[in-house]
């Protein structure tokens, strides 16, 4: 799974999913630091990557429906949870069914992670 994590995360977390195996790349380390969130999209879905953010503007699902872009990491914490982050990223991506989340659109709390998917495919007719 490719990943694109915003600025607002701890850059420590690049870390600790690449030891998961994921394939991470950070708005910081590509030079889109401060750029406009639609700079930062585009940049996500040309590389084809999950967006991984605590940017609430990229918080609607009308907007951002599921299946009609790679994928959206929506992170909420209580801001005495912000400087676990990181722990928090690792363990939800450590989860099985992260693997799953591509084309998603994921809220994740420390408490649950709500899962928004695309819709399936229609039936062919006749069936």
């Known amino acids: 799974m490719k990943l694109k994590l915003d600025e607002n995360l701890p850059t420590s977390a690049r870390a600790r999913l690449e030891a998961l195996g994921l394939d991470v790349d950070t708005v910081v380390d590509e030079g889109l630091g401060g750029r406009s969130d639609p700079d930062v999209w585009t940049a996500a879905q040309a590389a084809g990557r999950l967006l991984v953010t605590l940017d609430l503007d990229f918080s609607d699902t ?59 495919d229609d039936e062919p007719s006749g069936s």
């Open 62 to 120: 009308r907007r951002f429906a599921p299946g009609t872009h790679c994928g959206i990491v929506l992170i909420r914490l209580p801001d005495a949870e912000q400087r676990r982050a990181a722990d928090f990223l690792h363990a939800w991506f450590s989860l099985p069914d992260a693997l799953t989340w591509s084309r998603c659109f994921v809220v994740a709390t420390p408490t649950k992670l709500r899962v928004l998917r695309p819709p399936p």
